[in-house]
Each structure stands twice: as C-alpha cells, then as structure tokens.
C-alpha cells in the first residue's frame, strides 16, 4: 500500500495513557512501550512529510489539529532537528528536513510552579504555532483540510482568517507561504510538565 496523506497512523501524536512527568522524571517503561508501539506511524509520518508535495505537508499540518490537540514536540521533531528558545515563552526550530520551510516558531504557555521543590513542575502548552514557506501553496488544501469541522472564513488582501468550531484550532491565519494557528484552550491536552 502506498502512503499518502490519508492512510498516515497518526495516533503518535496523541498518546494514551497520558505519561506526563518524563521530562522531568525521564523515561520510564510505559512511556518507552508507547513509543514503541507507534514508532513505525511516526517514521511513515517524518519520511512522507520529507517526500510529499507543500499542498499536501500543509494539509496534513492543519489536519493533525482538527479534531484532537496533538503533541506538538513529536510533530515538530518530525521535520526539525534542532530548536532553541528565543524566550522562556518563545521557541524556533531549526535545522528542517525539507529545504521549502523556512521558519517555525511554537509560543508557549508556562503556567505557575506546582511545587516549590521542582521548579520544572508547571504545565505547558503551545498556544500559537507559526509555519513559513519559501514558496506559495494552495489554499484549497485549507479548507481540505478542514472538511468535516464547522469552519468561517474571512479574506483580506493578504490573508485569509479562518474561525473553526469545535476544534483544538480557535482561529487559523493563512497567506500565500505561511500560516499561523491559534489554539483553542478548551481543547487543550496536556502531554507534558516543564
């Protein structure tokens, strides 16, 4: 069977159960197993978003939002190497496996320390992810993207605003090469502690 955008397994980045103190505690044998187990979705999923076309990265990307929250560091190392903070709040991957991306930043949530003895002990989550391209891709792929979930959208001269319902995307803001969504923090998932 040939891999296309349809087929992806792409519950590796929703995980269940929810491990979330690895960061802090390191791995353990339930986080190792989940990984494990979805290991061959994740290397479809990074050898078919180095390969597809842009029209088709760009569907998958908003895709992966539509219905369920993902975990948007497996997403983002799927097709970044590198990432460096620029704030406590702001970070930029780097060092990306296709040569038509030329930014992607993540704006994160730091909530307040839960426990004065771990400072790392606060929940975190991305309340904003920004995908710039070195070439145009088609808008069409957006609302393809979308189908399925109730969705306006409004058209300015430069970008065009989605507002989508329901959704982990609260609002999604697109031009020509890029595209910036804004998460809806009602739907929220909590995959890890900073």
């Known amino acids: 069977m040939n891999t296309n955008k349809h087929n992806l397994d792409l519950r590796f980045l929703y995980q269940e ?11 353990d044998l339930e986080q190792e197993a989940w990984d494990e187990k979805y290991e061959k979705g ?18 998958m990307y908003i895709y992966v939002f539509k219905e369920k929250f993902p975990n948007i560091s497996k997403l983002g190392f799927t097709i970044a190497k590198d990432y460096e903070y620029l704030t406590d709040n702001t970070c930029v991957y780097t060092n990306f496996e296709r040569g038509d991306i030329i930014y992607f930043q993540k704006e994160l949530y ?13 929940d975190v989550y991305e309340t904003e992810i920004v995908l710039q391209f070195s070439k145009p891709f088609s808008l069409s792929v957006i609302d393809e993207a979308l189908e399925g979930v109730v969705f306006t959208k409004s058209t300015t001269s430069e970008i065009t605003t989605y507002f989508v319902e329901n959704s982990p995307i609260a609002k999604l803001e697109v031009t020509s090469k890029s595209f ?15």
Request: with cysteine; net charge neutral; proline share 5%.
């Open 17 to 27: 159960p929810l491990i979330r103190d690895s960061m802090i505690a390191g791995r």
């Open 42 to 59: 994740e290397y479809a999923f990074r050898d078919f978003s180095m390969q597809c076309t842009l029209d088709e990265f760009v569907y």
């Open 110 to 122: 730091r909530g307040p320390i839960k426990n004065e003895l771990i400072p790392e002990d606060r």
């Open 180 to 194: 910036t969504i804004y998460v809806n923090k009602e739907k929220i998932y909590l995959y890890y502690k900073w």
